[in-house]
């Protein structure tokens, strides 16, 4: 079996989402605490948001324009 390695630059803090999305950090954790944002990893204490879930969340809220 190999290992799985995973790069400390795929996880987002809440302040790194919260710049990335353009809120405040106050509402990436309100969302989070609501179960209605971006799913989050546990290290400890530490809240970590990989960066594949963030972009499939951007993508699942995109609104189509109508033409």
């Known amino acids: ?3 799985i390695m ?3 630059q795929e ?3 809440d302040k790194d989402l919260a710049k990335l999305l353009g809120i405040s950090v106050d509402i ?3 969302l989070r605490k609501r179960h209605q944002g971006i799913n989050y ?3 400890g ?5 990989r960066r594949d879930d963030v972009m499939e969340y951007i993508e699942k809220n995109k ?3 109508q033409s």
């Open 41 to 43: 990893y546990r290290f």
């Open 11 to 13: 996880f987002l803090t």
């Open 63 to 65: 609104c189509e324009l």
């Open 28 to 30: 990436v954790r309100s």
């Open 45 to 49: 204490r530490n809240i970590r948001y």
């Open 1 to 3: 079996r190999r290992p």
């Open 6 to 8: 995973v790069q400390l």
